[in-house]
């Protein structure tokens, strides 16, 4: 016998929560939830929720302020040299290698803390997946592609060919430069 609708209950203190927070279109919250926005928008109305204005992101506020380019016209790239963005990439790797370092570490008190206090067993479920041990691998492997591509980045032009023979001629430039061998006895007599 299929389950109707009616026989699942909705937390419309949750929905209510969502919905005044503005976080969420009234879409992903239905999603969510597993109700129809239809129900979500009736419901507001009847109840008179009231939603709070959205709030742009600092990267929207800065495109706003910015005035815009005239049809054609090329906005020249900020003024970041290319090893300041491979540095700072390296920083940022290095701290979500250690987020991942502590919660791998500490996986299983994680689980338990979800288990205890999360009553909704799909946000259960997709919280205990975050933490699991093939999304951590998956990160993992993540971060690797993204340090061998910022140290690629970060390389000097041209490829191992040109960068071994750099190194050879830094090498020979130590012994100073060599000096054709000379003659000690004359056989031309």
Not at 24 to 42: C, D, F, L, P, Q
Not at 66 to 92: H, N, V, W
Request: aromatic letters at 4%.
């Amino acid at each position: 016998m299929k389950k109707r609708k009616e026989d699942k209950p909705i937390d419309w203190a949750g929905i209510e929560r969502d919905y005044r927070a503005g976080v969420m279109t009234v879409r992903e919250i239905a999603r969510w939830y597993g109700v129809s926005h239809t129900a979500i928008n009736k419901k507001s109305k009847e109840q008179g929720w009231e939603r709070k204005p959205k709030v742009e992101s600092p990267f929207q506020e800065a495109r706003s302020q910015r005035s815009a380019p005239m049809q054609g016209e090329i906005l020249p790239p900020p003024s970041i040299k290319p090893e300041a963005l491979t540095d700072r990439g390296r920083l940022l790797a290095g701290r979500l290698m250690e987020e991942l370092e502590t919660v791998t570490s500490h996986a299983g008190e994680l689980e338990d803390m979800i288990c205890q206090e999360e009553g909704d067993p799909r946000r259960r479920q997709a919280l205990l997946k975050a933490i699991s041990l093939g999304e951590r691998a998956k990160t993992m492997k993540d971060i690797a592609l993204t340090m061998k591509t910022l140290n690629e980045a970060g390389a000097p032009a041209g490829g191992k060919k040109e960068e071994a023979q750099r190194n050879a001629e830094t090498a020979a430039n130590k012994f100073g430069t060599r000096q054709p061998p000379r003659l000690v006895a004359d056989n031309t007599k």
